[in-house]
């Protein structure tokens, strides 16, 4: 573990670190390295830790203080990732939101989580102000517009949409103004920024991430820095990155995937970061070549997806040593995939709770149906264990099902303002995952199903009782009752059975969306 990233704190576990050190700490390695690689244009270690500390200057003059809450509204992009680096070294929490989210989802997100400040894309403002219409706690409403200007670092105001509507100012135009921030220096017994700013600690929350339940309403899953940094020294170790690699990812910053892997990761093993902005079966190769990726992260819909484009002479003309992704696929599938294109696939089992769940070891075979055995850190001060539970929370041996518990230093705190869901989840210091499964005699899991009654689609969880609300307010539906049906796509399809109300008939929309149209049509797809 010596090339990765760890505190240098001798009185700290190596995993001990707030963001803003690990950030520090590895731009001290190698400055002017390339960091991230977005469309045309990249960052290095240097830009992107100047970014952080001028991004934290910003919000630090907007009133945004230790602990406060900032919603992110945006596509993947380099802003996503300034801000959240940016609002960690002021100890404030970002709070992304789902892209997809319409008016109503979008304001319950900004009202549970009470923020102070809302970051939104400007082909996102339709939403955005729709929604901050209904959230009395936001103070700040900042729009990233549509051109960035021809300097990388400090790029000219945003033009076309303007400033988004009343009450609404330039991202960058504020960026560009703002000088970096110092860091905490010591003053008594407590450290204090020369403007003010608290000191930042490993256990603080750094990010909400909501994630939806059998509840209804998404919960905030409470991840904290060292949580962050344990994902990526993690990561780095399970799939043996250097410096030398490049971590690719298509998949959405709103969902703690790219966050936990392919970003803590790079930054971990002190790597380059390939960011695009959404996943395309028809581009997927040429912009894994274009890149010169090496470690790619997948979600389970994106393997037979790409196994169904048509054949290619140049499918093994590409870098990648490394794919990790869930679920556990057929071993038929994975044996294609890994001919096919000539990279190994890493199966692995985790959650937005924790990031240490179970991963396969490279250079061992591949167990039919199973997402391997438990994580494990390079320092053996990090325990993780699993064990399958029956329903009075007894331990079950080898070749039971049962629910998947876990127990590690990475484990969440908690959710966001509700306790009872905490209460749950957490019991006596066990992470009670809601998934059943098996272990065998070796250790290795096997997933078998959810206990929640949650729809898995195209890499998200979707509420059954989430989606019935919205159904129910059609004006044409008495009564509704949503389940999950497979998918050719290798995970599973929201289907929904529906009353009508005499007199109206709902007839599916052939439009897909979230949503539903003002007349008395239903869409049968979400």
């Known amino acids: ?19 803003g050190e690990m950030v520090d700490q590895v731009v001290a390695r190698n400055p002017y390295k390339i960091y991230l690689y977005y469309q045309s244009y990249y960052v290095t270690y240097e830009e992107f830790h100047l970014y952080s500390l001028k991004v934290a200057s910003l919000f630090h003059d907007l009133g945004i203080r230790h602990g406060d809450r900032v919603c992110v509204f945006l596509p993947n992009g380099r802003e996503f990732l300034f801000i959240w680096m940016g609002l960690a070294r002021l100890g404030a929490i970002c709070v992304p939101i789902n892209t997809a989210y319409k008016q109503a989802e979008m304001a319950y997100i900004i009202n549970n989580a009470e923020a102070k400040a809302l970051v939104s894309h400007h082909t996102l403002m339709e939403v955005a102000v729709a929604s901050t219409q209904q959230c009395p706690s936001l103070q700040e409403r900042l729009v990233v517009g549509g051109s960035d200007g021809p300097h990388p670092l400090l790029p000219s105001p945003a033009r076309g949409r303007g400033d988004g ?8 135009t504020l960026l560009r103004a703002s000088p970096p921030l110092h860091p905490p220096v010591s003053t008594l017994n407590k450290k204090v920024g020369l403007r003010g700013v608290e000191e930042v600690k490993p256990q603080d929350i750094s990010m909400l991430v909501y994630t939806s339940g059998t509840t209804g309403n998404p919960k905030g899953v409470m991840i904290t820095h060292e949580m962050y940094v344990a994902a990526g020294q993690g990561f780095a170790t399970w799939t043996e990155a250097t410096s030398e690699d490049r971590f690719f990812t298509c998949l959405p910053y709103f969902h703690a995937n790219a966050q936990y892997y392919s970003t803590m990761g790079s930054l971990a093993a002190g790597a380059s970061l390939v960011l695009t902005d ?63 294109f ?51 929370g007894n331990p079950l041996p080898p070749g ?63 509420s059954s009782q989430e989606v019935e609300d919205v159904v129910k307010r059609h004006p044409g539906v008495l009564d509704c009752a949503v389940i999950a049906v497979p998918s050719e796509l290798g995970e599973e399809e929201v289907k929904a059975y529906v009353v009508p109300r005499s007199a109206l008939t709902p007839s599916p929309s052939p439009v897909g969306g979230r949503g539903f149209p003002a007349s008395p049509t239903i869409r049968s797809s979400f």
């Open 342 to 392: 000539g990279a190994r696939v890493l199966i692995g089992f985790g959650m937005t709770e924790t990031c240490y769940g179970t991963i396969e070891r490279l250079g061992y075979p591949h167990r039919r149906g199973s997402s391997g055995q438990p994580r494990w850190h390079s320092d053996p001060h990090f325990q993780n264990e699993l064990r399958i539970v029956g329903d009075a």
């Open 165 to 172: 509507g009343e009450g609404w100012r330039d991202f960058w």
């Open 278 to 340: 959404r996943f395309s079966a028809s581009r997927f190769w040429e912009q894994v070549r274009e890149s010169k990726a090496t470690v790619v992260n997948f979600i389970g819909m994106m393997m037979p997806v790409l196994l169904k484009q048509p054949p290619s002479d140049r499918d093994r003309d590409n870098s990648v040593r490394v794919f990790y992704g869930s679920p556990a696929l057929a071993p038929e599938v994975l044996a294609e995939f890994e001919e096919r």
């Open 400 to 462: 039971k099902s049962g629910e998947i518990t876990i127990r590690n230093p990475a484990v969440m705190p908690g959710y966001w303002r509700n306790p009872e869901r905490t209460q749950e989840a957490l019991r006596g210091g066990w992470l009670y995952t809601g998934d059943l499964g098996w272990v065998d005699e070796d250790g290795y899991l096997y997933f078998v199903d959810r206990k929640k009654d949650v729809v898995r689609r195209r890499g998200e969880n979707i």
């Open 1 to 19: 573990m010596s090339d990765i990233v760890v505190s240098n704190d001798p009185n700290r576990l190596p995993w001990a670190m707030t963001l």
